[in-house]
Structure formats: structure tokens, C-alpha cells
Nanobody, 112 residues
Framework: QLQLAESGGDLVQPGGSLRLSCTVSGGTSEYYDIAWFRQVRGKEREEVSC????????NYADSVKGRFTISRDNAENTIFLQMNNLKPEDTAVYYC?????WGKGTPVNVSS
């Protein structure tokens, strides 16, 4: 059974940057596609970005294209989400996901 742990969320001003990490334990992540989701209280969870097992294919929600970059280090069982030019509407709890496994999330608050 895989365990996922997100970190890196923080309070940041508009235009700022954050790098989120998702560390996988209990198994190797290298065989799986991995996704980042986010959720605002009272709204449905939405997919932000995903990457294939090799990292060779990536996909982004239109709202984050050109600002967010997903990457992975399979040797370290870690997935990253680099977020640049953050906007207030990026405020949410961010989760990583593999198959049916979810982390507990890390909060991102973009505010001046």
C-alpha cells in the first residue's frame, strides 16, 4: 500500500513561486502515472497536472499552463510541482494522487 505525503505549501504573495513535493513510501512510484489535484473548500477537487511514469508525457489544466511545471525523481520516489506567477485563484489545498492513493494535502494561500 502506497503512502503519499505532500509538502511545500505556504502563504505567498501574488506573483510569487512555490515548489510542492510529494514523497511516496510503501512502494515504488516509478511504474505509475501521477497527478496533482487541488481543492477549494466547498468545490470539487480538480486535476492540475499529471505526468506519465517516465515523466515523458505531461498535461496541465488550462488555468495553470505556462505557470506550473510537474516533474518527478523516480530514484527518490518524489514528484514535484513548481508553481510560478501564483495568483489568488490558485489558493487551495494541493494533493498528489497515484491510482486510489491520496496524500493529506498541503495548503497554498496566495494573498497580499
Amino acid at each position: 500500500q502506497l503512502q503519499l505525503a505532500e509538502s511545500g505549501g505556504d502563504l505567498v504573495q501574488p506573483g510569487g513561486s512555490l515548489r510542492l513535493s510529494c514523497t511516496v513510501s510503501g512502494g515504488t512510484s516509478e511504474y505509475y502515472d501521477i497527478a496533482w489535484f487541488r481543492q477549494v473548500r466547498g468545490k470539487e477537487r480538480e486535476e492540475v497536472s499529471c505526468t506519465s511514469s517516465s515523466g515523458g508525457r505531461t498535461n496541465y489544466a488550462d488555468s495553470v499552463k505556462g505557470r506550473f511545471t510537474i516533474s518527478r525523481d523516480n530514484a527518490e520516489n518524489t514528484i514535484f510541482l513548481q508553481m510560478n506567477n501564483l495568483k489568488p485563484e490558485d489558493t487551495a489545498v494541493y494533493y498528489c494522487n497515484i491510482l486510489q492513493y491520496w496524500g493529506k494535502g498541503t495548503p497554498v494561500n496566495v494573498s497580499s
